[in-house]
């Protein structure tokens, strides 16, 4: 299993709709995770972090299953603008081995 | 205000060329890092440096030296330039206060091509 798994899509979807991402993760102690956007030919900016069960911002909902490994990312009411890479990030919380696991991202294309 | 920045924006040089990225961050983290990302977009770590110490240092040719004079900027220097080198190198910096990892502010990447 790899360490961060997420489906590449492309999902696309008409504007105004709800969308879900799903990311999976291999290390059971892994302590908080990140959701990030990015842009083509743009950096990875930061959506929203995840410490304990979710966390909510707006439109969009992370949702953690610590007992199921995954982690998901709810975008209600869809925008043109939310077309990007999500990319899920983990912390393993793996000793001396500071460093986040990535996921390669899901796309996704809004449509007019 | 840019809080993670990186010179410079673009690079295009040739094989065997030497050359330097330069990354500063005004954020007041302690932790800032090197990533490299090839054309199939995985984002792969190559170094982090906590306090100018350097904590992480990944599987990458000993052409890549990082260098961090203080806690603000953490500099690339890459000697020999092979093709396989192209990609875009992102800067990014966190607060780790040894703690959990947190989160990371990227800047905006330095797209190299050597041809």
């Known amino acids: 299993r790899k360490e961060v798994e997420q489906d590449p899509g492309p999902f696309n979807v008409p504007e105004g709709a709800t969308v879900a991402f799903n990311c999976t993760y291999s290390?059971?102690?892994?302590?908080?995770f990140f959701w990030y956007r990015q842009d083509c030919r743009k950096e990875p900016k930061l959506l929203m972090s995840?410490?304990?069960?979710?966390n909510e911002d707006g439109r969009f909902t992370a949702q953690l299953n610590r007992a199921s490994q995954y982690i998901s990312l709810l975008i209600r009411d869809s925008k043109l603008s939310d077309s990007a890479t999500y990319l899920c990030?983990?912390?393993?919380?793996?000793?001396?081995?500071?460093?986040?696991?990535w996921g390669l991202g899901t796309s996704l294309a809004v449509n007019p | 205000d840019t809080a993670v920045s990186q010179t410079p924006k673009y690079l295009v040089t040739q094989m065997g060329n030497d050359k330097s990225i330069k990354c500063e961050q005004n954020?007041?983290?302690?932790?800032m890092y090197w990533y490299k990302q090839d054309s199939k977009k995985f984002l792969k770590i190559m170094f982090s440096?906590?306090?100018?110490?350097?904590?992480i240092n990944e599987t990458v040719p000993n052409r890549f030296s990082p260098k961090s004079p203080d806690k603000a900027h953490l500099n690339l220097h890459i000697n020999s330039l092979e093709l396989g080198d192209s990609a875009v190198y992102f800067c990014?910096?966190?607060?780790?206060?040894?703690?959990?990892?947190?989160?990371?502010?990227f800047g905006p990447g330095t797209r190299l091509t050597v041809t």
């Open positions: 990014a910096s966190s607060q780790e206060h040894g703690g959990p990892l947190r989160e990371q502010y």
């Open positions: 954020l007041g983290h302690d932790t």
């Open positions: 440096y906590n306090n100018k110490e350097l904590i």
């Open positions: 290390n059971s102690a892994s302590q908080s």
């Open positions: 995840v410490y304990s069960s979710g």
């Open positions: 990030v983990v912390n393993p919380n793996a000793g001396n081995n500071r460093k986040l696991i």
